[in-house]
């Protein structure tokens, strides 16, 4: 089992930035991967950012590319989310993910290939 905490949440505004955290816990070496969704009111989870637990390597949504970034610590089992130039379309309830999936490497922007989830932390950019 791997446990997820997510923290960093909180209000900015627009133009403003903001850093997620999310601590892993527990089979953190049986992870393939993690990754960031996030969820608007009314709204179906969507994909933002992930990365590959072992290389590093990155992948975005196209409406984050270029003013998010993310990055794993491997040592301390973290997975940040650092997030530029908001705009309130970006509130949301975000959700850090992990992925014992080889189908991971197929697709890392669907929700089935992650197994954990963290409980989400709000994040509400003002106009």
């Known amino acids: 089992q791997v446990q997820l905490v997510e923290s960093g949440g909180g209000l900015v505004q627009a133009g403003g930035s903001l850093r997620l955290s999310c601590a892993a816990s527990?089979?953190?070496?049986?992870?393939?991967?993690m990754g960031w969704f996030r969820q608007a009111p009314g709204k179906e989870r969507e994909f933002v950012a992930a990365?590959?637990?072992?290389?590093?390597?990155?992948y975005y949504a196209d409406s984050v590319k270029g003013r998010f970034t993310i990055s794993r610590d491997y040592a301390k089992n973290t997975v940040h989310l650092q997030m530029s130039s908001l705009k309130p379309d970006d509130t949301a309830v975000y959700f850090c993910?992990?992925?014992?999936?080889?189908?991971?490497?197929?697709?890392?922007?669907?929700?089935?290939?992650?197994?954990?989830w963290g409980q989400g932390t709000q994040v509400t950019v003002s106009s």
């Open positions: 993910a992990g992925s014992q999936s080889t189908g991971y490497f197929d697709d890392v922007t669907t929700r089935r290939v992650y197994s954990y």
């Open positions: 527990g089979r953190t070496f049986s992870l393939y991967g």
């Open positions: 990365v590959r637990w072992s290389t590093g390597v990155t």
